[in-house]
């Protein structure tokens, strides 16, 4: 691999590592571009939608229901754009209430993987209580919760940028085998 590609992985893994510590340290700033993200991403999944639904009615049964669904799309996507700050604030609220909710299913699960004998039923049960308390005070405190998603956000990042890192010091080590292996044939 070329040097200045491997030098490009090497910056790309350290702005990530840099953007995630942003993150971490800035969650107002993160839950802001977050909503703008999903907003983005909404507006031009319903857009995409409603293209796909276009080219297909002629041989898609159903295309009503996959238009209205494109146009909902862009309708959220124009709202979470429009409004930016609802949505950050919101984000918080909706995150603690699905970590609260997911915890009580898979606390209720554990019972099921107990009646086909998994041994570790018990794990879950903790995991899915531990869930469930966690976004149950997430809800009280929001500030803490808004914290909570922003460092995992950043956590996120800055594993990405640590692995683009890593790439390049195995991509190295992988030229240096390639080369002794080759200087070995020559020898030969």
Do not use: H
């Given at each position: ?51 796909f ?8 049964p159903?295309?009503g ?47 099921d ?47 990405n ?28």
């Open positions: 691999m070329k040097t200045g590609t491997k030098i490009l992985l090497a910056v790309t893994g350290i702005l990530l590592i840099i953007l995630g510590v942003m993150c971490i340290t800035r969650p107002g700033a993160t839950l802001l571009s977050t909503a703008w993200l999903i907003g983005v991403f909404t507006l031009a999944s319903g857009i995409s939608e409603m293209i639904t276009f080219q297909t009615q002629a041989f898609l159903n295309s229901t996959r238009a209205l669904s494109a146009l909902l799309d862009i309708f959220f996507g124009c709202f979470f754009l429009f409004n930016i700050l609802g949505t950050a604030v919101s984000l918080p609220v909706v995150f603690t209430i699905w970590v609260m909710i997911e915890g009580i299913v898979i606390a209720v699960q554990s019972f993987y107990k009646q086909v004998g998994f041994p570790y039923w018990w794990a879950l049960l903790c995991l899915g209580i531990c869930g469930a308390i966690l976004g149950f005070f997430g809800l009280r405190n929001l500030d803490v919760a808004a914290g909570a998603l922003s460092a995992i956000i950043g956590l996120g990042i800055i594993a940028g640590l692995a683009y890192i890593l790439a390049v010091v195995g991509i190295n080590r992988f030229e240096k085998q390639v080369d002794n292996k080759s200087k070995n044939i020559d020898v030969q």
